[in-house]
């Protein structure tokens, strides 16, 4: 069944990783899996971090999104025994390269209180998008987003 935008929304805020899909001029979709932030104005933070490995941090997603600034973010719920608890939301996003200002520094303070290997805020920088879109579907209404 479709759930309800709120809900859709809810579910989103509530997930902290999912899968971020940009367009690769020669490839196509490009999709990672990624941790992210949602803040309470619909903007979405993905950390660029010193944390994990990585042969730079001039991140492909980034290029990708400076090409074409739309992105799509799919969480999803899985439970191999009972079908009944399936559902997932997908969010069309818009890569804001100028964010409002201040906004960088409150999506990095959220990744920090949320994850603890970003306590410290080891990021080369948080890439801002904004929710222009999102859609959901759940195999039954549960209404709440931790409980699906």
């Known amino acids: 069944m479709r759930l309800d935008p709120e809900v859709a929304r809810a579910r989103l805020a509530a997930h902290d990783h999912g899968v971020l899909c940009t367009i690769h001029a020669v490839r196509g979709v490009d999709a990672v899996p990624v941790v992210f932030v949602v803040d309470d104005d619909g903007f979405v933070g993905i950390p660029v971090d010193v944390v994990k490995p990585k042969a730079s941090t001039r991140l492909q997603r980034e290029r990708n999104l400076e090409a074409d600034p739309r992105a799509t973010l799919l969480v999803e719920h899985w439970d191999p025994r009972d079908w009944s608890?399936?559902?997932?939301?997908?969010?069309?996003?818009?890569?804001?390269?100028?964010?409002?200002p201040g906004r960088e520094a409150s999506l990095a303070a959220l990744l920090a209180r949320r994850f603890t290997q970003y306590r410290d805020e080891p990021f080369v920088r948080v890439l801002v998008l904004r929710v222009a879109a999102?859609?959901?579907?759940?195999a039954r209404d549960s209404g709440t987003p931790d409980h699906p």
Do not use: M, N, Q
């Open 134 to 138: 999102v859609t959901g579907w759940a």
């Open 85 to 100: 608890r399936l559902w997932w939301v997908r969010a069309g996003l818009r890569y804001e390269p100028a964010p409002p």
